[in-house]
């Protein structure tokens, strides 16, 4: 290690002990926090659904009665998509997406730290909630009047709101952090037609977050308003509408599926690009792709409203956008098709999990295309066939190609390599259970079973295909414990991985593994989309940015030219506290109002102290560094 | 799948017969691009094993892309058309001469009314509908407590009710028989017990089972009838349940008047036998946990004469 590592590395080291652990603002310790605690709520959301699968194993089963069934269906749903799902798809953008643009550290950095506080204490208010048996049971949409105050008993329903206010400002925290990084902190040379296909599609999703999360948190807001202060925004008596919910909650819902989906198309990107050893076949085209669908993803929410009556000329409108969005998936499909195309293919088990979208997630779109048509979904709306479409959609297209960027990302992450041979194993076998599972419920829902019911009559003749699912329920949670198996055996004791494990093209493999506190040294510069295959010897370096403080060189938007330096954040306690204090806000005004008047004067204390000043920086200073010539190394500057 | 009264793949109605053939065009045209996607992948791969296949040109490979797009372009806009036109269709169903019922939506239950220009002549029932089979039937569709769904698979796709809206689903029953329908729409505790059936008769049948049901409850015929009257009037049946004929008139819970004609108890959790009977009102929470219907605490003696003087409404 020279000097100026051991500088840097000083520099941006997150301090030490306890209080250095809660003060971190590394974007990489974060990440791996987001990371690690989507996952445990991926293990509860997924012992949930082992539960309901054997209470469905048989016809009128006892095994849990209704309370506990509709609380858990709710609880699997909510931890799903809000606890593990988007917090997960973000938690890869958080960490690798720094290193993706070559930038020395995340924008935002305290910001951050407080997104990820204020999601970890939301989740674990929810599970005490549930513990205690306040747990939701209005299901993870949370429609009126059922989640109202006249039918939803109980704080079980604010509980819900509640989780969504922690959630959506955490993902919204993040989603700003991302695209400032994105914008702002790319290594020069790297425009915006450059940037690899993961990141741009951490950007979109970013944006699909601003614009989605604002409609669902009015939802909860008025919701948690009719509860608890008696507004009347959904009681149909006083000119409120239960209709007016769904079209805010689907507004959000829609796009937040394609939250969960666009970065796992970027994961695809990556890995086929990585395991046959060639640029992505239509960089561009996929770009645009992921655009589209992003654009196009909001305006198809209605059609999880077909059922409710609205005007038929209207509704077929959103039937056509609905099969709209078929097409950019498909350009994508066919770019990859061609990306593998006589290709020498290694099949390493991120690979795998990368084929493995093909074969699952195009039943789930091809069904998707049937659940956009307006006849056909008033049949199967609400029955296990979407409950098959939407787990086809979501692990096929979603949580496979994540598992396998786990696997791709572990060596980066921890220094170490998965084992391949329980890689594999895992894969097989939730492969083989995650069929078993879903694809028999196709079935059952054309046959007549509806969703969310906690037991069903043996003369339904229903039987065999939940037990057949249930079987395969069984089969992925055995697949699951072995890949977590894996990586507990592998974190120890798997081979050293070094930079660039998979010969992988992007510039988060330039760099060591695990990366240091600093990224890179020195700031990397990219002349390409593939910058590690494209063999340049005479790649310019970044120089003159500043080891002794964080100092953090700033591009431009468009084409990454240099623009200024910046000095970064340190590591700050604040983020912590007031992460804190708002989980007493949020909490309290479940119970009254005044907890937001109450609860904003410790918030206040907590933002000073975050936004103190530090000494030794004054304007004029800075000033006179600007006019001593102290500007970005690069000549591109002007 | 059982005897398929519950199934969207046994249409026996012009609607769900329309939406069936949607299915199985959807099917066939899913399953050949399906196939023909992952016969291209296959064959991607497949090359790569040969040493001497190359990369394709660019050209070539944005040329084969192209296509497959405007294939599936062409595809999904016959789809289109393809939903359109059944949707256009569906909606045509004549209503003229049609027959008209008001559906409500309890939790957990259905309350059905047969409408008719005199109100003398409107008959409530619950959870049963008898409809005549090949005239057309209008059903208008509300909501008294939550959002529940009316869905018979054999005959039509779900339709929602909503509290503060009135919904209508027009259809026609083409084969005489029962078929089971169920709320789609998650309703709280008991949203899994909230089935409901359709019997569809020939119109002759149909019209004489409702002048029956225009009838009131007979006057109890025995001492034991009489003190299971007293029951319903003097104890709590009163307060939820309507006899028509006698003096209990509520409007929370399901229209006794003809009770004992109904094949299922709380809406199609059991079967209408007169033990089943005895334990449902001996101990609704047990057979249906969070039903509206309490506990009434009655006496043996009372709880007898009650179920006999039910199973008189006929």
């Not at chain 1, 970044?542 to 990454?560: F, I, K, P, Q, Y």
């Not at chain 2, 497959?68 to 806009?77: D, E, G, K």
């Not at chain 2, 209990?248 to 008047?257: I, Q, S, Y």
Request: charged share 10%; net charge neutral; with cysteine.
């Amino acid at each position: 290690m020279s000097a100026e590592t051991d500088q840097l590395a000083a520099t941006w080291q997150d301090p030490p002990g306890l209080l250095g652990w809660f003060s971190a603002v590394d974007h990489k310790t974060i990440g791996i926090r987001f990371i690690v605690t989507a996952f445990g709520f991926f293990i509860l959301g997924g012992l949930e659904a082992a539960t309901m699968r054997l209470q469905l194993a048989r016809p009128d089963n006892g095994l849990i009665g209704p309370d506990l069934y509709n609380q858990i269906f709710t609880m699997h749903g909510t931890t799903m998509m809000f606890l593990f799902a988007v917090p997960l798809v973000l938690a890869f953008g958080v960490y690798f997406v720094p290193l993706m643009v070559g930038a020395r550290a995340m924008a935002l950095p305290r910001l951050l730290a407080f997104g990820y506080w204020i999601y970890l204490f939301g989740g674990i208010f929810l599970y005490v909630m549930f513990a205690l048996n306040i747990g939701p049971d209005q299901g993870w949409f949370s429609y009126v009047p059922l989640a109202g105050p006249e039918y939803g008993i109980g704080k079980r329903a604010d509980v819900w709101a509640q989780l969504i206010t922690f959630t959506e400002v955490s993902g919204l925290i993040v989603a700003i952090c991302l695209v400032t990084t994105i914008f702002k902190l790319r290594a020069p040379g790297m425009s915006l037609n450059r940037i690899p296909l993961f990141v741009w599609s951490e950007l979109v999703t970013s944006f699909m977050v601003i614009f989605a999360m604002p409609s669902v948190m009015i939802a909860s807001t008025t919701l948690i308003l009719d509860r608890l202060v008696g507004t009347h925004f959904y009681n149909p008596a006083d000119g409120g509408d239960p209709i007016l919910w769904q079209h805010l909650f689907w507004f959000f819902g829609h796009p937040e599926v394609y939250i969960i989906f666009l970065p796992a198309q970027g994961i695809m990107s990556m890995l086929l690009s990585t395991f046959s050893h060639r640029p992505v076949f239509g960089h561009q085209a996929l770009m645009l792709s992921l655009t589209a669908t992003a654009f196009i993803g909001f305006g198809v929410w209605v059609h999880h409203m077909f059922a409710t009556g609205l005007p038929q000329l209207g509704i077929s409108f959103f039937t056509a956008a609905s099969i709209m969005i078929v097409i950019p998936t498909g350009v994508q499909i066919f770019c990859w098709i061609a990306t593998l195309w006589g290709a020498r293919i290694r099949y390493d088990t991120p690979m795998l999990y990368a084929l493995a979208f093909f074969v699952i997630f195009i039943i789930g779109g091809l069904t998707g295309v049937m659940l956009a048509s307006v006849p056909l979904d008033l049949q199967v709306h609400d029955t296990f066939f979407v409950v098959a479409h939407l787990h086809y959609v979501l692990i096929g297209g979603s949580v496979f190609p994540l598992l396998g960027g786990f696997h791709y990302w572990f060596p980066k992450m921890t220094g170490r390599m998965l084992s391949e041979r329980l890689g594999k194993i895992a894969f097989a076998l939730l492969f083989i259970g995650f069929n078993l599972t879903f694809f028999p419920q196709h079935v059952l829902g054309l046959h007549g079973m509806p969703r969310r019911v906690y037991t069903y009559p043996e003369n339904m003749g229903w039987g065999t295909l939940n037990l057949l699912a249930s079987t395969g329920a069984v089969t992925m949670f055995i697949a699951l414990c072995i890949y977590l198996a894996n990586v507990i055996i592998s974190r120890r004791s798997g081979a050293i991985a070094g930079e660039n494990p998979w010969d992988a093209p992007t510039l988060e493999w330039t760099t060591s593994s695990p990366p240091p506190a600093y990224n890179f040294s020195p700031l990397p510069t990219v002349t390409g989309t593939d910058p590690v295959w494209e063999h340049t010897d005479e790649v310019p370096i970044v120089v003159g940015v500043a080891s002794e403080c964080r100092e953090v060189l700033v591009t431009h938007v468009m084409d990454a030219e240099p623009d200024h330096k910046k000095e970064w954040p340190e590591p700050s306690i604040w983020p912590l506290w007031t992460a804190l204090v708002i989980t007493g806000l949020f909490i309290g005004s479940i119970f009254t109002p005044w907890a937001v008047v109450v609860g904003a004067i410790p918030a206040t204390f907590a933002m000073v102290g975050w936004f103190w000043p530090k000494r030794g920086q004054s304007p004029e200073a800075l000033i006179r560094r600007l006019e001593a010539g102290d500007h970005p190394p690069l000549e591109q500057v002007l | 799948m059982g005897q398929a009264i519950q199934s969207a793949l046994n249409p026996t109605g012009i609607q769900a017969a329309r939406i069936s053939d949607l299915y199985w065009l959807m099917f066939w045209t899913s399953t050949v691009v399906y196939v023909a996607v992952l016969i291209a992948l296959t064959v991607a791969i497949w090359r790569g094993r040969r040493s001497d296949a190359g990369e394709p040109s660019r050209a070539t490979a944005a040329k084969w892309v192209t296509a497959a797009t405007a294939i599936s372009i062409v595809t999904l806009i016959g789809l289109l058309f393809a939903s359109v036109a059944t949707g256009r269709a569906m909606g045509s169903l004549s209503t003229e001469n049609a027959l008209g019922i008001e559906v409500v939506g309890y939790q957990w239950w259905w309350s059905v009314k047969y409408k008719n220009p005199t109100p003398s002549l409107e008959v409530t029932t619950a959870n049963e509908l008898h409809v005549p089979v090949g005239r057309p039937i209008a059903i208008s569709l509300k909501a008294f407590d939550v959002i529940h769904s009316f869905w018979v698979p054999n005959l039509h796709g779900k339709v929602d009710l909503i509290p503060g809206r009135e919904n209508l689903i027009t259809l026609q029953v083409d084969r005489a028989g029962v078929y089971r329908g169920q709320c789609a729409e998650y309703c709280g505790l008991q949203h899994a017990h909230m089935a409901f059936n359709i019997i569809a008769e020939e119109s002759d049948a149909f019209e004489r089972w409702l002048t029956a049901q225009r009838t009131p409850a007979p006057p109890p015929s025995s001492p034991e009838l009489t003190s299971g009257l007293a029951v319903v009037e003097r104890g709590p049946c009163q307060m939820c349940h309507t006899i028509r004929g006698t003096t209990a008139g509520g409007r929370f819970g399901p229209d006794l008047t003809h009770v004992a004609t109904r094949s299922t108890l709380a809406s199609g959790t059991v079967p209408n036998t007169p033990d089943a009977l005895t334990s449902w009102i001996k101990d609704p929470q047990h057979i249906k946990p969070g039903t509206k219907m309490p506990s009434t605490g009655l006496s043996e003696q009372e709880l007898q004469a009650l179920v006999a003087y039910l199973q008189t409404l006929k």
